[in-house]
């Protein structure tokens, strides 16, 4: 472990397996398993205690295993708001046991939808203890979900690696700039505020971009014409929809549009991409002109998927391989005073009769107490598909800035990044956001500068990537 700054450590831990070679087949096989929990449990999003009342779609766990010769990788996508530290490393433990596919070249992912169960975390706790002090049981979880999630989430390996066939890969971009919105803006009367309100006169201007491109991935069978599957990932929150009802948000409905080209089995490997500060409210239209409903935003982006998929470019040298690498960094810090009031305030966690950042201060100070210790290892990791391809998973609500500069960095022409993997650690905002404060930062864990140092790592590793590729290839 070296000192990089006074507030910031880095620990290098990475771990990479034998590249598989181009002149060998490239397999792949998609797992999909229902991860919807009984009616009844609490639903994750807000800090206010909703209770779920039915399902409007299953919530799906969608895994896609790859292996060339000798080495395997897997990706799962859960329509849930967030991947715990303690689900992903059991899931990732058990699946390697049960399907050899080493726990480091498995990522699981949240697709960040705000219809899904709120299962862990302060939230959850605050809740949970709430309920059991006054009435000494918790009827709102029957059910031991985070095993049983994990199990599932093998399930979905295991069905995955089962379906294992040589197919054949396509990757690039598609554009869509019409359905996301940075949140945050600078203001004429002070600082910068996060959702700001529909033509709000303050406004000044966005503190940041959006990213427009959407990454795709598609997997063909050798002895078929068109995909079975495709990864489709785009920076955009999965807060469209609101309500009581389980429900995929918008994937849902990218998904059904390109069942109408690809047919019924067509499975659509949906993942955010860097999304921390990118919403789909329109603040130069008035309400409701200015939010896209659900349907329409899954529609529009299905289409665009759709009209792009058939121009990607072939992958024709495939070359898998998995690098990893932890970034320890420092949690912030509060002192014994701070950590009072804020078990105090959390006990209006749902007022809104106190201030919503005091509220949202009062939170993140107790999941740091449920952290523990003073600093935290942000897991990167980075999968090679080929010389052209390649993904890079990251944990935490990642702000779009931090995304981007991974995928200009990148020495692949083609470079996915997905946030919410593996844990979730809250907001990682960038350290000019932190300067400028507001919801995000002030929902932040960690010290400011941690994104930068994961964008660090993670350019190194793609970079270490792309040269394990040309010395194969020599």
Same mark, same amino acid.
């Given at each position: ?52 009342? &039915? ?6 766990? +969608? ?55 709120? *299962? ?24 031991? *979900? ?10 979905a390996l295991m069905i995955a690696q089962q379906n294992l066939q040589s197919v054949t890969l396509r990757a690039g971009y598609a554009h869509e700039d019409r359905l996301s919105f940075n949140r945050r803006f600078h203001m004429k009367?002070g600082p910068v505020r996060f959702n700001p309100g529909h033509l709000n006169p303050n406004i000044v201007r966005a503190a940041g971009p959006i990213d427009p491109e959407v990454g795709l991935i598609t997997f063909t069978s050798e ?18 929809? &609101? ?9 849902? *409905? ?60 072939? /992958?024709? +040298? ?6 990893? /690498? ?37 939170? +993140? ?71 400028? &404060? ?32 040309? +010395?194969?290839?020599?």
């Open positions: 472990m070296r000192r990089l700054c006074p507030c910031l450590m880095l620990m290098c831990l990475v771990l990479s397996a034998t590249a598989g070679r181009a002149e060998e087949p490239f397999e792949s096989g998609v797992g999909v398993v229902d991860i919807t929990p009984v009616s009844g449990y609490r639903m994750s999003g807000y800090f206010s205690e909703r209770l779920n009342t &039915g399902t409007i779609d299953p919530l799906l766990a +969608k895994a896609v295993v790859m292996r060339q010769g000798d080495t395997q990788a897997a990706l799962v996508f859960c329509d849930i708001s967030a991947v715990s530290l303690d689900v992903s490393q059991r899931a990732r433990e058990q699946a390697q046991q049960v399907t050899g596919i080493p726990s480091e070249h498995i990522a699981i992912a949240a697709t960040h939808s705000h219809t899904g169960p709120l *299962y862990f975390g302060a939230l959850r706790q605050h809740f949970h203890d709430r309920l059991m002090a006054e009435k000494g049981l918790d009827p709102h979880e029957v059910t031991d *979900y985070p095993t049983e999630l994990v199990g599932r989430l093998v399930r009367t002895s078929g014409a068109n995909p079975q599957a495709a990864i489709v990932a785009f920076a955009l929150h999965l807060d469209t929809l &609101g309500g009581s009802l389980y429900s995929a948000d918008y994937p849902r *409905y990218v998904e059904e549009v390109l069942r109408e080209s690809y047919g019924d089995e067509f499975v659509s490997l949906f993942v955010a991409g860097t999304c921390g500060d990118i919403n789909h409210v329109d603040v130069t239209k008035p309400h409701p002109e200015g939010r896209r409903k659900t349907h329409e935003i899954g529609t529009m982006l299905g289409q665009t998927v759709s009209d792009e998929l058939p121009k990607l470019d072939s /992958v024709t +040298k495939p070359a898998l391989a998995v690098e990893q /690498v932890i970034v320890e960094v420092d949690l912030q810090q509060y002192t014994d005073a701070e950590i009072e009031q804020a078990h105090a305030n959390m006990a209006r966690v749902d007022d809104s009769g106190l201030a919503f950042l005091e509220r949202v201060k009062a939170y +993140k100070i107790m999941a740091l107490q449920l952290r523990g210790g003073d600093t935290i290892g942000l897991e990167v990791q980075a999968f090679r598909l080929s010389d052209d391809v390649a993904i890079v998973t990251l944990p935490g609500e990642v702000f779009v800035d931090l995304g981007l500069a991974i995928k200009q960095a990148s020495p692949f022409e083609t470079t996915i990044v997905i946030e919410l993997t593996n844990d979730a650690p809250g907001y990682i905002p960038t350290r000019k956001a932190f300067a400028e &404060g507001s919801y995000e930062t002030v929902n932040s864990r960690v010290a400011p500068g941690s994104g930068e140092l994961m964008v660090e790592q993670a350019i190194r590793l793609l970079n270490e990537l792309a040269m394990q590729g040309d +010395k194969d290839g020599e």
